[in-house]
């Protein structure tokens, strides 16, 4: 049984099911995560991590759950009073393909309150968006359109940040450069939360390691800083399963 909520409860999630038909997508999920926590959750392809993150976002609606909530409100009922807190950006992200990705970003800028162009263009940069970023996004490959999705999930001043598979389809120089700003988060008190089946590079940014498998939680630790543990503990339980 999960302890009763407190404060410091960023996302509260008490036995979460979602169904498609007879497919159970989320099978009896229970999790807390806590203000400051890095939390990655990793698991093979159709193992509900998207579908559970969608589900914090109030995109999904749960089959059935006791308890679901982000900074103590139901995402799905009340999600306009978390949304601004929060930064998210999904593997299947969409986009207004007609604007340009400068526009879009611009339009972002303004709906969260950043003050000048100086954070727009660092990330622009820090994301080699400029080259590219005055074109309608319709024209956009995937990998132009994931670093675009990921520039405008750090863009502003989020408490939180969800990332779905946030390393496909980015090049290795990329995704150094995500997992560098999202370490400058963390220090800045940010919560994160990851869910990816590749690990490259993300123990420098969680603190926690959550396994799914089949829908359900298989594996919930603190994550340990030994060189290689991370790879070595999923491909065991993975293997497990």
């Known amino acids: 049984m999960m302890a ?5 409860d960023v996302i509260l999630v008490r036995h979460l099911t979602k169904k498609y038909g007879h497919t ?6 229970s999790l807390r995560i806590s203000r400051n926590e890095g939390v990655l959750i990793a698991g093979p392809n159709g193992s509900g991590k998207s579908t559970l993150l969608k589900a914090l976002c109030g995109i999904l609606r749960p ?4 308890g679901l909530s982000v ?5 799905w009922r009340h999600r306009h ?3 601004g807190r929060m930064a998210v950006a999904f593997e299947d992200h969409a986009f207004p393909d007609f ?14 309150g950043v003050d000048t162009k100086g954070q727009m263009i660092a990330l622009a ?10 074109r309608p996004m319709r024209g956009y490959s995937s990998g132009m359109r994931r670093k675009m999705a990921l520039a405008q999930a750090l863009l502003g001043d989020p408490e939180l940040v969800l990332l779905d598979e946030p390393l496909v389809a980015i090049d290795k120089e990329t995704r150094q450069r995500l997992v560098e700003r999202l ?20 123990e420098k940014v969680a603190s926690r390691f959550v396994v799914m498998i089949n829908g359900r939680i298989a594996f919930d630790s603190p994550l340990e800083p030994q060189p290689g543990w991370l790879d070595a503990t999923y491909g065991r339980i993975v293997g497990e399963s």
């Open 24 to 29: 159970v997508a989320l099978d009896d999920v």
């Open 71 to 75: 900074f103590g409100h139901d995402p």
């Open 4 to 8: 009763q909520d407190t404060q410091d």
């Open 125 to 134: 940069e820090r994301f080699d968006l400029i080259p590219f970023w005055d």
């Open 63 to 66: 089959s059935k759950v006791d």
């Open 99 to 112: 604007m340009s990705g400068l526009d879009f970003l611009t339009l972002l800028a303004k709906l969260r």
């Open 183 to 202: 370490e400058d988060l963390r220090r800045r008190g940010v919560t994160i939360v990851i869910s990816s089946h590749l690990l490259f590079g993300l």
């Open 81 to 83: 009073l978390i949304f």
